[in-house]
């Protein structure tokens, strides 16, 4: 059994899907309490487009990424949101110099309101994701048919497609309810191709193989995928819809 077999949770390069889950737990408690409360009928009205970021992903200290989304109500329950993300480091991969993790992601889903209380509403939905990182690392190779060894700085391209399926909340806030906060989480599969370039009389070392990897391993890994995040948002100019319809 390789390393690349293991559940995502082991795979620090997976970090930004699957960080504090168990904050996560915590984090939707209030949600299901709000969803359950009392006399909840007085509907909040949902924008018809917002913007957001991806504060999960921006706060993240082992992969930092700063993402924008637009979000954008299609009908009377649901509402599609696509997004565009750069990965701007990741220090567990590249802490030398002439070391960089960086790389483009971006998002695309759709989301089905299925209840609306006077403080937010709740949706499920799909997400789908496609990331494409260049990975420039410091390696051990062997050069000239093995006639001498040299560290060479080496490209190594990590090209992720996955889809998921998601839960989450929207919740207003400040006078004007123009401010949103959106947790959510999500399970689903991703698939990862990882493909080294070193120059043609290079050999590169196993330095990281089996057990021990920290990455995902040379070619295709398919490896379940755990959402977790926060979305902070603001409603654009463009009116807002309620449960029955009406902007």
């Known amino acids: 059994m390789t390393f690349a077999t293991w559940p ?9 899907n699957n960080m504090k889950t168990g904050f996560l737990a915590f984090l939707l408690l209030p949600v299901y309490a709000v969803a359950q409360t009392p006399g909840a009928d007085t509907l ?22 700063a993402a924008v989304a637009l979000d954008v109500r299609l009908s009377r329950r649901f509402s599609a949101d696509a997004g565009v993300g750069y990965i701007l480091d990741a220090p567990a991969f590249a802490d030398e110099k002439g070391e960089s993790y960086r790389g483009l992601r971006l998002r695309a889903g759709g989301k089905y309101y299925y209840r609306f209380t006077r403080y937010g509403a709740f949706h499920i939905g799909l997400e ?15 050069r000239q048919g093995g006639q001498y060894l040299e560290i060479l700085n080496t490209r190594r391209e990590v090209r992720t497609l996955g889809l998921a399926a998601r839960a989450g909340a929207l919740f207003f806030s400040a006078r004007n309810r123009r401010l949103i906060v959106e947790p959510y989480i999500g399970l ?12 043609p009389d290079a050999e590169l070392l196993e330095e990281t193989a089996g057990f021990f990897s920290f990455e995902y391993l040379e070619g295709v890994t398919a490896l379940p995928d755990l959402l977790f995040g926060i979305h902070l948002g603001w409603t654009v100019d463009g009116g807002r819809w309620t449960a029955d319809g009406r902007r």
């Not at 995502?8 to 930004?16: G, K, M, R």
């Not at 504060?55 to 930092?64: E, I, S």
């Not at 496609?130 to 390696?139: A, C, I, L, P, T």
């Open 8 to 16: 995502l949770s082991c795979l620090p390069e997976a970090l930004p």
């Open 44 to 65: 909040a009205p949902v924008p018809a487009f917002f913007l957001k970021t991806n504060l999960t992903a921006l706060l993240n200290p082992a992969k930092p990424a």
């Open 188 to 199: 689903g599969w991703a698939v990862h191709r990882v493909r080294f370039s070193p120059p």
């Open 128 to 142: 789908a994701k496609y990331q494409e990182v260049n990975h420039w690392s410091n390696r051990n190779a062997l």
